[in-house]
C-alpha cells in the first residue's frame, strides 16, 4: 500500500509539475479582456476595477493567502524613444550597441537605458495620483504592502519616482522579474558595484558605466546570490554583475524558465517569477496593471 501511495503521489506531481499553485478570479479587472480593444489613456479611471475596490479589497481579505497584485510599467525609456523615432530598420542596426549617435550632439546610452524626460513626467504624473490623489491608499486600504522591482535603471528609476511619499512594508530588487531574452543592450543591467577604478576601466558586461546599482539608487537593498545558492532562495540578485548578460553570451531561450506567479502585496514590477518556494495550494491572485503607455496593459 505505501508503494502505491508513492506512486500515486508521483504521479499527482508529474501532472501538476508546471501548474503554478494560484488561480486569478475574473470579473474584477478589464485588463483580463485581453483579446478585446481596452481603453486608452484617462479612458477609465479605476486602474481597470470594474468593481467597486471596496469590494475587491473584501473579497482580499476573506480567505487566508489571497494576494492583490498591482503591475506598473516603467516610465518612457532613451530606447523606446529611440525606437519610435529611428523606425524598426535603423533601429535594429543599432538595438545591440552602447550607444547611438545622432550626428546633430547628442549621445544617447542604449545600455541598460535611463528614462527620457518624458518618462520621468510619467512617473510622477501616477505618482501625483496614487499619493496625491489617494488611489494608493484606496487600491491598498492600507493593508501590508511589497514592492518588487526589476534591477533595470529604468524601472529603479521609475519606482523611486512613482513611490515617493509611499511607505510599502518591504522593497525587494529581483532579478527573475528584469525584461530578458533579446539583442537589446537596453535589457542588459549594470552591476551592483562600482565599476573598476583603474585608468582604463574594465566593463562589467557588454557595456561601460560609470556607476554601480548601490552608487546610483542607494536607497534599495541588492541581495546577491550565488548561483549555487540559486536553486532555494527568496528576492534577490544572481550576482554582483549580470549572469545573463556578458561581452560574450547574451540571454538565450534556453535560460528562460516560467515558473509560478508569487505575487505578495503589491508589487511595482512584473508578476512571472522563478524557481521560487512553493506557495500554498488554493491561493488566489488578484491582479491590475497600471500602464504609461496607450499601447497595452501589462
Not at 535603471?153 to 531574452?181: I, Q, S, W, Y
Not at 537596453?186 to 557588454?206: I, W, Y
Request: glycine content about 10%; some cysteine.
Amino acid at each position: 500500500p505505501q508503494d502505491e501511495q508513492h506512486q500515486h503521489i508521483q504521479v499527482e506531481k508529474k501532472k501538476h509539475k508546471h501548474k503554478h499553485p494560484y488561480t486569478s478570479p475574473s470579473g474584477l479587472f478589464i485588463q483580463e479582456r485581453a483579446s478585446k480593444q481596452l481603453p486608452g489613456p484617462g479612458q477609465h479611471f479605476s486602474f481597470g476595477a470594474v468593481k467597486e475596490w471596496e469590494d475587491i479589497l473584501a473579497m482580499l481579505d476573506a480567505k487566508e493567502d489571497r494576494k492583490l497584485l498591482l503591475v506598473v510599467r516603467h516610465g518612457q525609456a532613451i530606447s523606446n524613444y529611440l525606437g519610435d523615432t529611428l523606425g524598426p530598420d535603423e533601429w535594429y542596426a543599432v538595438e545591440g550597441t552602447c550607444q547611438y549617435d545622432d550626428q546633430k550632439g547628442t549621445i544617447y546610452n542604449i545600455f541598460d537605458a535611463d528614462l527620457t524626460g518624458l518618462g520621468q513626467d510619467q512617473a510622477k504624473s501616477l505618482n501625483s495620483i496614487l499619493v496625491g490623489g489617494g488611489w494608493y491608499a484606496k487600491m491598498t486600504g492600507d493593508r501590508p504592502a511589497r514592492v518588487i522591482l526589476s534591477p533595470l535603471t529604468r524601472c529603479l528609476h521609475t519606482a523611486t519616482l512613482v513611490l515617493d511619499g509611499v511607505k510599502p512594508n518591504a522593497t525587494n530588487v529581483e532579478e527573475f522579474v528584469r525584461e530578458t531574452l533579446g539583442m537589446d543592450t537596453c535589457d542588459a543591467r549594470r552591476s551592483v558595484s562600482d565599476p573598476n577604478g583603474s585608468p582604463a576601466p574594465q566593463p562589467q558586461g557588454p557595456c561601460s558605466f560609470d556607476m554601480g546599482l548601490a552608487s546610483a539608487y542607494p536607497q534599495y537593498k541588492y541581495r546577491v546570490y550565488e548561483p549555487k545558492d540559486d536553486a532555494d532562495r527568496s528576492f534577490g540578485l544572481l550576482g554582483d554583475s549580470d549572469h545573463l548578460w556578458t561581452k560574450t553570451e547574451r540571454e538565450r531561450q534556453k535560460h528562460q524558465v516560467r515558473g509560478q506567479l508569487y505575487c505578495t502585496g503589491s508589487g511595482s514590477s512584473a508578476a512571472h517569477q522563478t524557481r521560487r518556494p512553493a506557495a500554498p495550494a488554493g491561493n488566489t491572485a488578484y491582479c491590475t496593471g497600471m500602464s504609461f503607455r496607450a499601447t497595452r496593459v501589462l
